[in-house]
Nanobody, 121 residues
């Protein structure tokens, strides 16, 4: 059974930075596409970024140039470095795994419980 645990969220002022981590256990996800999604209150869960096993990345337009996704397969961990945070980035952030590079939420498995990111103005 695969378990995914997100961490690193918190409260930060606008313009600040946070680094989220997503640690997987139970099996190696090194050959999976790993993605980050976020969900703000009242909104649907939306795609943020993804990274393939060979480090090809994809970013939502809303965060492009501010966020960076990376992975350490030896640690079975994926990261999301978030810079120049804005109040509209406030959400619960989730990571998940997929078999192909996609922005479609329904094609991702192994969702974690999420980590809250709150950006104050």
């Amino acid at each position: 059974q695969v378990q995914v645990v997100e961490s690193g969220g918190g409260l930060v002022q606008a313009g600040g930075s946070l680094r989220l981590s997503c640690a997987a256990s139970g099996r190696s996800l090194s050959r999976k596409v790993m993605g980050w999604f976020r969900q703000a209150p009242g909104n649907e869960r939306e795609f943020v970024a993804s990274i393939t096993w060979n480090l090809r990345t994809d970013y939502a337009d809303s965060i492009k140039g501010r966020f960076a996704i990376s992975r350490d397969n030896a640690k079975n961990t994926v990261y999301l470095q978030m810079n120049d945070l804005k109040p509209e980035d406030t959400a619960v952030y989730y990571c998940a795994a997929a078999g192909i590079a996609t922005r479609l939420r329904g094609l991702y498995d192994y969702w974690g419980q999420g980590t809250q990111v709150t950006v104050s103005s």
